[in-house]
């Protein structure tokens, strides 16, 4: 079965960074696609950021770029989101997605209901 792990959350002081990790297994190939999304106490859920796992593609939602990074590490299959200059509004749950029927990032951007496939979640909280 396809299973996703978000790990790496925890406390951090604002204006710090902090990586996440999402680790993959499962897929039969490299032909998919991992998106990271967030959800904050009391708002909806939030898609950040795509990867390609077949070709290396990423995809950004307007409000994500700049301070959110993705990027893959193929030898552990494991991709990670590096946040940057940490607010008290980034605090969060953040969520690592997966979709194999398609590869590509300009498929699916950030869309929730592109990814059939979600891992637990890692809670970030950013004391002021």
């Known amino acids: 079965d396809v299973q996703l792990q978000a790990s790496g959350g925890g406390v951090v002081q604002a204006g710090g960074s902090l990586r996440l990790s999402c680790a993959a297994s499962?897929?039969?190939?490299?032909?998919?696609?991992i998106a990271w999304f967030r959800q904050a106490p009391g708002k909806g859920r939030e898609g950040i950021t795509c990867?390609?796992?077949?070709?290396?593609?990423?995809a950004y939602a307007d409000s994500m770029k700049g301070r959110f990074t993705v990027s893959s590490d193929n030898a552990k299959n494991t991709v990670y989101l590096r946040i940057d200059s940490l607010k008290p509004e980034d605090t969060a749950a953040y969520f690592c997605?997966?979709?194999?029927?398609?590869?590509?990032?300009?498929?699916?951007?950030?869309?929730?209901?592109?990814?059939?496939?979600w891992g637990q979640g890692t809670l970030v909280t950013v004391s002021s």
């Open positions: 997605a997966a979709d194999n029927s398609q590869p590509g990032c300009l498929f699916h951007g950030v869309s929730a209901d592109k990814y059939p496939y």
């Open positions: 499962g897929f039969r190939s490299n032909n998919y696609a």
């Open positions: 990867i390609s796992k077949l070709d290396g593609g990423t």
